[in-house]
């Protein structure tokens, strides 16, 4: 009967988590810092670093509280996690990271003041320069090949120009 077998599980669940020790919020913590470190390089956030963060908290109380039973483990990870994410977006939010290069991960605002040379006019507001190493697709007024423009913005991969005259 199906309901019997809930039981069993459930008591099997209970009976696992009631082994939680404080070695296992630490590989935790190390699993989620280790994901930060991956996480991070693809998508910015430090969300996996503040639940690192309370995992380490909770291992430490465990290790002083032995008896701590896993609900209020779990719990406690749970509260900590959510405080420690909201209070740390809230600190990087108040005091960004400054850095020397802001536009290192921005190619295209990168550009932006320099003056290159039409090797193609712009027509219909539309054109192409040659940046460096790349082709770039500019927006700006009509203008003939070989003029002279700078670069004033961009708009996802597309740069704003303006003619030099």
Known sequence: MPWCNRAGRADAVDDM??????????????????????????????????????????GGVV???PGLGWEYQVLGFAVLAVVAT????????????????????????????????????????QGKIRVDDSSWKINGVDCVAGSRVKVTGVDGTVLQVEVIQ
């Open 17 to 58: 988590f009631q082994q939680l020790n404080h070695w296992h919020w630490w590989i935790l913590a190390v699993l989620f810092v280790v994901l930060f470190v991956v996480l991070e390089v693809f998508t910015p956030g430090t969300y996996f670093l503040f639940m690192g963060v309370s995992a380490v908290v909770i």
């Open 63 to 65: 290790l002083i509280m």
């Open 86 to 125: 909201v209070l740390g977006r809230s600190y990087l939010k108040k005091r960004p990271i400054h850095t020397d290069r802001p536009n290192l991960n921005r190619r295209g605002a990168q550009y932006v003041g320099r003056t290159f040379t039409l090797d193609e006019p712009i027509v219909n507001g």
